[in-house]
């Protein structure tokens, strides 16, 4: 995720309507696609997220969900193998002293689906929150038959996608995925300039 990016989330100002709609979605297991300039904060956002202390400041019950950063800045020319392997072993690598131990061989999309089932079965619900997603979607090597997979992960209650991208999902993919039912899952929400008071506090 980016250098820049806030750790501390005492610094995370005017989201506070945000954060409600976005958790509140999570809660369902729903996916959300967070849209927004470059320099608007979302990579922030998603660092935020997954920060106990934030949330513990909203009402739901998170004590039993995974939340996996992932960076796809370097993704405009990796493919799917690149990317099921990489996810898999973020997954892993995240989860460490909260899960019974995760088997993985060769971190292909079947082994990424059983990883999925083998944080279900311990009563857990994976949540990836992926930073700089168009990168995927503008990527050739990335076709339908990728995102029906993925969109059939979250279908079958697997798993919940939180996308940053500059623009909504299906006006930065490539053309030959811009009907692909799988922008369809997503509740879209933007990241706006701070207003003047918040933008006066922080």
């Not at 820049?4 to 005017?14: D, K």
């Not at 967070?34 to 990579?43: A, I, N, Q, T, Y």
């Not at 999925?116 to 050739?140: G, K």
């Not at 209650?157 to 939180?162: A, E, F, L, Q």
């Amino acid at each position: 995720y980016s250098t820049s990016a806030l750790r501390n989330t005492s610094m995370l100002f005017g989201r506070t309507l945000l954060l409600r709609r976005i958790y509140s979605a999570l809660a369902n297991r729903q996916s959300i696609s967070l849209v927004g300039l470059r320099h608007m904060g979302k990579s922030s956002l998603l660092h935020c997220l997954r920060q106990p202390e934030l949330l513990q400041q909203f009402e739901y019950d998170f004590s039993r969900y995974i939340f996996v950063l992932i960076d796809l800045r370097a993704y405009r020319d990796k493919n799917s193998e690149d990317f099921f392997a990489a996810v898999s072993r973020q997954i892993i690598l995240q989860s460490q002293g909260r899960l019974e131990k995760l088997s993985l061989e060769h971190g292909n999309e079947h082994e990424f689906s059983s990883l999925l089932d083998q944080i279900s079965e311990q009563n857990f619900h994976t949540v990836l929150l992926m930073d700089a997603f168009d990168n995927v979607t503008r990527n050739s090597n990335f076709d339908l038959s990728f995102f029906s997979y993925l969109r059939s992960q979250a279908t079958l209650g697997k798993v919940s996608y939180v996308t940053a991208t500059i623009a909504p999902l299906n006006k930065v993919c490539h053309s030959s995925i811009e009907e692909s039912p799988f922008f369809n899952i997503f509740a879209r929400h933007s990241l706006q300039p701070l207003a003047p008071d918040d933008a006066y506090a922080l």
